[in-house]
């Protein structure tokens, strides 16, 4: 029978030693610090345009809290600058290019998640090669193609310019999110007499509605936040998005950083809206989606 001993003054070998309390303390203060200076620096900027959007137009940079709430900054915006037609055309274009987008992307996410057939990686790489294309690489080629479809200066046309690089990452997204569903619900579902058809309508779709959620804020950010195309593929001051309105504020000489600001608060309602309304769906596909790649 032996004993195992331990020599005085040595500690014992695999286990940490505990932390400080001072260490600890210490690296949570330095975290909240962190988390506190990031949150500051991106809320400045919208704290800012709001508190502008109330402002006289000579209290822009001359104090920093307005002196009288000015409401009727908003009103002045709405009319002066058409709002309800812009805010229609915006609606529009995010509408057209949302519905796009899910119809094409959906079925095409759940073939690369269940299907196998020749080409099949080669053509996923193609889509996330597509992700990762600069907007700005593809504007003239775009205006070139857009003016021999007789689409150039359309709502139409510019809907369709979003869609290409919104389906590709709508399937990437909704791809992983069909991973994570469980294949043994699409076999049984085989077993009862389904067809593949009927196994994506009634199986899986009510299944990626989250997913579907996740996609659809997504796309309608970046859609109703898009400016470049807007601005160059659309010409007539009537067809014009509100990104591409609330630019008017902004002139050769001087700005008018009231109206801008106004404006850019009336913009912001929809997007804070939609958010708003598929928030837990949103929340879960993420959630979903991260589980299996």
């Given at each position: ?120 990686e080669i053509v ?11 907007p700005q690489a ?156």
């Amino acid at each position: 029978m032996t004993t195992r001993s331990t020599m005085p003054g040595t500690a014992r070998i695999g286990r940490a030693a505990p932390s400080s309390p001072w260490a600890v303390t210490f690296t949570r203060t330095l975290i909240y610090v962190i988390l506190v200076a990031i949150v500051v620096v991106e809320a400045f900027p919208l704290v800012w345009m709001i508190v502008t959007s109330l402002k006289d137009p000579h209290e822009v940079f001359n104090s920093v809290l307005p002196g009288e709430i000015r409401w009727q900054n908003f009103p002045r915006v709405w009319y002066a600058m058409n709002f309800p037609v812009h805010l229609g055309n915006s609606l529009y274009v995010t509408g057209l290019t949302v519905s796009l987008v899910v119809v094409l992307a959906t079925p095409a996410a759940y073939a690369f998640a269940r299907y196998r057939f020749p080409g099949r990686e080669i053509v996923f790489y193609a889509f996330l090669g597509a992700m990762m294309i600069p907007p700005q690489a593809i504007l003239i080629p775009m205006f070139q193609f857009l003016k021999s479809l007789h689409l150039l200066d359309s709502l139409n046309g510019l809907a369709f310019s979003f869609v290409g690089g919104g389906t590709a990452f709508a399937v990437f997204l909704m791809r992983t999110f069909f991973l994570s569903l469980p294949r043994e619900l699409g076999d049984s579902a085989r077993t009862d007499g389904c067809n593949d058809f009927q196994v994506f309508w009634y199986i899986y779709l009510p299944l990626a509605r989250p997913g579907i959620a996740t996609v659809v804020i997504i796309q309608s950010l970046y859609t109703w936040n898009e400016f470049m195309f807007s601005n160059t593929f659309i010409i007539t001051p009537g067809k014009k998005t509100v990104q591409s309105a609330v630019f008017q504020a902004i002139g050769q000489y001087s700005t008018d950083y009231t109206a801008l600001c106004s404006g850019l608060m009336i913009a912001l309602v929809p997007v804070v809206a939609i958010y708003l309304i598929l928030q837990r769906q949103f929340i879960g596909g993420l959630t979903a989606g991260a589980l299996k790649g």
